[in-house]
């Protein structure tokens, strides 16, 4: 039996007629590729020519593996899923692609598009940030709603989306990935337009690292860097580590978390290890 992919908590009620199987469905018709039109919600801008080539290849030994997803539009179809085999099919010089037509609302449509390109991975930060800007405005979701719907934490749909707070010229470098998407947050410290196109072409002049350009924006702003704050250790946990210590005569960590942890046993030497080892045998042979 062939497995569902994976989909975001929420998206099986939210594409109940289409996260189906196709294979469970009939087979496929023939749609020619001049009656089709790309899916208006696509998140995904920037295309990998030699991706496409490769796959066009394939596609000429082999055929369409996975049939497309449409709708129908008037007297056109529309793609719900699959414009990567779409694009390589017209590169491999076909006239028609094997497809299922389902119904799908708009919701549906963007829903779908933006989930099949998050999990390949496909998307680059901007493309991210302006698919989860473009759905919450839509469809009037919360960042928290988002997050359910696509499997990702509210906390970082919304550090995608401070991305949209960026200058024109500085997205750009962020959609080319000649900057990464921890040095547009960085860049976001700053206080004006001017300081950020600035310090982004400083960066990519210099190659700086995001931490370089993180200590940068601080010197700039006149903020101090924030100090880690070392995790407070219980008292009992404490009194544990001392017992052991005197116990194994070596230095001994207990990490706990809600109960839950590990324990580090230092030695300097196989010789010590044997003997701490011959200790704690010894212990539990005398339970």
């Not at 082999?62 to 590169?91: F, T």
């Not at 979701?141 to 990702?152: A, H, P, R």
């Amino acid at each position: 039996m062939t497995k569902k992919r994976a989909l975001g908590r929420g998206l099986e009620s939210l594409l109940p007629s289409i996260v189906d199987e196709p294979s469970e469905k009939g087979k496929p018709a023939e749609i020619a590729v001049l009656e089709i039109d790309p899916n208006p919600f696509q998140p995904r801008i920037d295309w990998d020519d030699e991706e496409l080539s490769s796959l066009s290849e394939s596609i000429k030994q082999q055929g369409i593996l996975q049939p497309l997803v449409l709708r129908k539009n008037n007297d056109r179809y529309q793609l719900i899923a699959g414009e990567r085999r779409l694009r390589a099919s017209i590169l491999a010089g076909l006239e028609t692609v094997p497809a299922f037509i389902r119904e799908a609302d708009d919701k549906q449509m963007m829903a779908l598009a933006l989930i099949e390109n998050i999990q390949r991975q496909d998307l680059n930060p901007m493309e991210k940030a302006e698919a989860f800007s473009r759905f919450c405005d839509e469809f009037s979701m919360t960042q928290e709603e988002l997050g359910k719907q696509v499997g990702i934490s509210r906390s970082a749909i919304a550090n995608f989306q401070r991305l949209m707070e960026l200058p024109e010229a500085v997205k750009a470098m962020v959609r080319s990935g000649r900057l990464s998407m921890g040095h547009g947050r960085a860049l976001l410290g700053l206080q004006s337009e001017d300081q950020i196109k600035r310090h982004a072409k400083l960066c990519l002049a210099r190659g700086y690292s995001v931490r370089t350009l993180e200590d940068l924006v601080r010197k700039s702003t006149g903020r101090k860097p924030v100090k880690k704050l070392k995790p407070e250790i219980l008292p009992e946990i404490k009194q544990l580590e001392n017992e052991l210590q005197r116990t194994l005569g070596t230095r001994v960590f207990l990490k706990d978390s809600g109960g839950k942890g590990k324990l580090e046993i230092e030695y300097g030497s196989l010789d010590e290890l044997d003997r701490i080892l011959s200790i704690i045998r010894g212990r539990g042979n005398s339970t």
